[in-house]
């Protein structure tokens, strides 16, 4: 990421009479999009940036259970939101009908934890 002074790039942007109509318009488009950008202080910049790799990612693993309250609710549930997969209708061309499907995905849907069997990258 490179902060750019955006009253620098406004005085050195500016079309010529040289220009098309359309260039003409693609200047002043860009002049009125970046007038229109918040200002941001350059310790903002610096903190975002320096925070933006600083995500944690969670590990866990889908476990199977054969209690579940509704018929069409999957069979597996996160390790560590106790959300349950995500099933799909699925419609099978051959008989003519359809069916509740699990889909276990590798990262959890609703709290996006990598379904590696809980092992973080430490352990492995």
């Given amino acids: 990421m490179r902060p750019i002074d955006a009253d620098e790039l406004l ?12 260039e003409k318009i693609m200047v002043m488009t860009v002049r009125r999009m970046v007038k229109e950008q918040p200002t941001l202080q350059l310790s903002e910049v610096a903190n975002a940036k320096s925070n933006s790799n600083c995500v944690e990612v969670k590990h866990g693993e889908w476990i ?32 003519n009908s359809y069916s509740l499907e699990e889909y276990l995905d590798n990262y959890c849907p609703h709290c996006g934890a990598k379904m590696d069997g809980g092992q973080t990258d430490e352990t492995k």
């Fill in 64 to 95: 199977k259970t054969s209690q579940t309250m509704f018929p069409e609710q999957s069979k597996h549930y996160c390790s560590e939101c106790e959300n349950f997969a995500n099933t799909h209708l699925v419609f099978h061309m051959k008989t």
């Fill in 11 to 22: 005085d050195r942007f500016h079309y010529s009479e040289h220009d098309t109509e359309d």
